[in-house]
């Protein structure tokens, strides 16, 4: 899953005014996990022979969030293009000055720290200057909002990719990990494509199309099938 936008796929970063948190994020620090989670194994093992065999692998692990749109935005870049584990590291370093990997990171700390405070853990010029633009649209509310959790999927993305250094793929990890949409099938994620590769495919290269036609059976939990098969290839769960 390496060279793919983490946690299984590559981001493409296009420009925009960013929103405040969505009145479903809160600033604790504590991990929660989807509501639907036990209905849609059901569902999915119902639905899919495949889910049915990979879900009871994973006992009770589960797609989780420390609720704070900054952090899980913030989480999305820094993963971009590298492995969840050099992503981690990444992160530890980034945020150990403000309290550690489960810190949620403010806008403004990021703001007052300078590029080589920043580049010192290990984030590339580009991916500085990425954060430092969410930081400061954070910061300056430019389009104040708290209604994401109001708004369809695609009109969340739509806003979210106006942000530089936020494509298709961070919006759609937003969607999965910061407001624990259901139904998010993120087409962009080579490591959703290899899950769907090796689990149903034999290991045959798999196009966008066929994914999305093994994912119509999966709806509308869609989001947990595809962190099954992340799990599938790599079983250390993703956390924003």
């Not at 999915?44 to 879900?55: E, F």
């Not at 937003?174 to 993120?186: A, D, Q, Y």
Request: charged letters at 20%.
């Amino acid at each position: 899953m390496a060279a793919a936008p983490k946690p299984g796929g590559v981001s493409t970063a296009a420009p925009v005014p960013a929103t405040s948190a969505s009145s479903v994020l809160s600033a604790s620090a504590a991990a929660f996990t989807p509501a639907y989670w036990d209905e849609a194994c059901r569902h999915l093992s119902r639905r899919d022979r495949v889910m049915k065999r990979l879900i009871p692998q994973f006992g009770q692990a589960r797609l989780q969030c420390r609720g704070d749109a900054f952090t899980t935005l913030a989480r999305s870049i820094v993963g971009q293009q590298i492995s969840v584990k050099a992503a981690q590291a990444v992160w530890d370093r980034l945020s150990n000055p403000w309290g550690g990997a489960q810190a949620v990171l403010k806008p403004t700390q990021v703001l007052k720290a300078d590029a080589t405070q920043l580049r010192a853990a290990g984030l590339s010029v580009r991916k500085v200057e990425y954060l430092q633009d969410l930081a400061r649209h954070f910061r300056d509310r430019a389009a104040a909002a708290p209604v994401w959790d109001e708004m369809e999927d695609e009109s969340v993305i739509a806003e979210l990719v106006s942000i530089r250094g936020i494509g298709r793929w961070t919006a759609e990890m937003f969607l999965m990990f910061g407001l624990m949409r259901p139904n998010v099938l993120p087409l962009d994620d080579l490591g959703l494509l290899r899950g769907i590769s090796v689990n149903y495919f034999s290991g045959e290269p798999v196009t966008r199309s066929e994914a999305r036609e093994v994912g119509e059976a999966w709806s509308p939990y869609r989001s947990v099938a595809t962190w099954y098969l992340w799990r599938s290839l790599d079983p250390v769960p993703v956390e924003y």
